[in-house]
């Protein structure tokens, strides 16, 4: 068969394409949960590259307990620190903060519903 400005359908097979910028920024969304009293400091979302040490951290603000960050494509670390110093750096058993999550995100791609729960620093033995 011939076919002038479409594709002709072979059958009984339905094709379909995707097409996306390799550029495009992925996101990652959701809420926090926070239930410590009586600690200060900004609530904020840091999101480390584990697939590539040139780009650099990201960190983005709590707002009515959601979060929402724009990263490249890689593999990310993230997770949710009280910002006791306002260093904008999580310092590990001196600032609560919630377990990293790992996200290998592709090109536009989107991880919606993502829960943090902040939790208290443990003290050493």
Do not use: Y
């Not at 072979?10 to 410590?36: C, E, H, I, K, Q």
């Not at 110093?85 to 001196?94: E, H, I, N, V, Y």
């Amino acid at each position: 068969r011939r076919c002038v400005g479409q594709l002709a359908p072979a059958s009984g097979v339905d094709l379909r394409l995707r097409v996306v910028n390799p550029r495009a920024p992925s996101s990652v969304s959701g809420t926090v949960a926070d239930t410590l009293s009586g600690v200060t400091g900004e609530a904020l979302v840091s999101a480390i590259c584990l697939s590539d040490s040139t780009l650099h951290d990201r960190v983005a603000p709590v707002v009515s307990n959601a979060f929402r960050l724009e990263l490249p494509a890689g593999t990310w670390r993230v997770r949710v620190f009280r910002d006791a110093d306002r260093d904008r750096r999580w310092k590990p058993g001196a600032e609560p903060a919630s377990e990293p999550f790992e996200f290998k995100l592709e090109a536009a791609e989107e991880v919606k519903d993502v829960v943090l729960v902040m939790v208290r620093p443990q003290k050493g033995p």
